[in-house]
């Protein structure tokens, strides 16, 4: 019962835990200073701080601490990519808190480390066991944290000021946004990539996965969308559908490869071929234990003296979805205005030369 107690706190607010798939829960706990000196715990699964007793240890049911002998506990759930609007909605959502039995006692605007956030108080009773819980929400308009202290009747006079003062007092060490696109002269939507997120960059590239990892394997199993600037790619339009060909082909371990479709197409003023092929993974099967088939999309869009390439390739057994996220992403290629130095625009102009006067006679 413990375990559906504990789930359902964070399903009520419509959060789905995120357990990062590159701090696996055997990490131990890091502890660092906060300003006042004090140590603060860091939950392994995440870059939220706390200030806990050793009596509360990872849980290992749930993403949070709980404390065995009293069953209190602390949840969290922290998403960089879920708006604060969208946790508050969520949260306050009336049906989920009469499903779950609870009142707000008190709500309190605030500012948590540095962000818009909001103090609660709620009673809860299920089943016969009444508790108390404190939460908080915090966040911007691009990510947010959830974290919610639970103490039941019996461990009242013991654990809810450390509970409450855990919650009301954590700290996000907040990992720096990455912009996928500060480095190229282009950028495409991401909203409409949806799972796909960024795994890496290089020069004139970005690089967008399922989950952001990055895989080297070429398991056709595996989402994946490239964007490329090729400089100095001057393409005669002779010689451009032989280019998209060569581009599909590059795939590798693929057998009974096809290009099965070239059509000429134009995304933000420039005019390109779209290129569909599909071919056999020589070595990865599908969820029948068949060699994959494989679907392979090529955007190539040519500019004077340099091109862009975008393509997706995905198995086809589950590739519909994916295929048409690649194409919206693909479609929403944009390249960026170009950023006009005035100073030195300036700088560069010659001084204006005095008109002469003609002699007077």
């Not at 990865?284 to 190539?300: A, G, H, K």
């Amino acid at each position: 019962m413990k375990q559906f107690w504990m789930t359902a706190c964070l399903v009520s607010a419509t959060v789905t835990l995120l357990v990062s798939m590159d701090r696996p829960s055997s990490v131990q706990e890091k502890l660092q200073d906060d300003s006042q000196g004090e140590l603060l715990r860091q939950h392994p699964q995440s870059n939220l701080l706390f200030d806990l007793p050793d009596a509360f240890t990872i849980a290992t049911d749930w993403q949070g601490y709980e404390r065995i002998d009293t069953e209190s506990s602390i949840l969290f759930s922290e998403n960089d990519e879920r708006p604060m609007e969208a946790l508050k909605k969520g949260f306050f959502n009336p049906s989920q808190l009469s499903q779950m039995n609870r009142v707000i006692v008190s709500r309190e605007e605030c500012v948590l480390n540095g962000l818009e956030g909001i103090k609660v108080k709620l009673t809860s009773e299920r089943e016969g066991r009444k508790s108390e819980i404190w939460a908080v929400l915090f966040g911007d308009s691009y990510g947010s944290c959830l974290v919610l202290g639970m103490v039941f009747a019996k461990s009242k006079e013991s654990d809810s000021a450390v509970v409450q003062n855990a919650v009301e007092s954590v700290v996000w060490d907040r990992p720096e946004r990455i912009d996928p696109f500060d480095h190229v002269d282009y950028t495409i939507d991401l909203e409409v990539l949806r799972v796909l997120k960024y795994a890496m960059k290089e020069e004139g590239m970005v690089m967008f996965t399922f989950g952001g990892g990055v895989d080297t394997t070429f398991n056709p199993g595996r989402p994946r969308l490239i964007i490329r600037k090729v400089e100095k790619g001057i393409v005669s339009k002779e010689d451009r559908e032989a280019l998209v060909r060569s581009q599909l082909a590059e795939f590798p371990g693929l057998t009974d490869f096809k290009v099965d479709s070239l059509k000429e197409i134009e995304i933000d003023g420039i005019k390109g071929i779209q290129g569909w092929a599909s071919g056999v993974s020589d070595k990865y099967r599908d969820l029948s234990n068949n060699l994959m088939t494989v679907t392979l999309l090529q955007v190539t869009l040519f500019e004077d003296d340099h091109y862009y390439s975008l393509n997706g390739v995905i198995s086809t057994v589950i590739g519909k979805n994916w295929l048409q996220m690649y194409q919206a992403g693909i479609q929403s290629f944009a390249r960026k205005p170009v950023v006009v130095d005035e100073e030195a625009a300036k700088e560069g102009e010659e001084e204006p030369k005095p008109v002469e006067e003609p002699e007077k006679k």
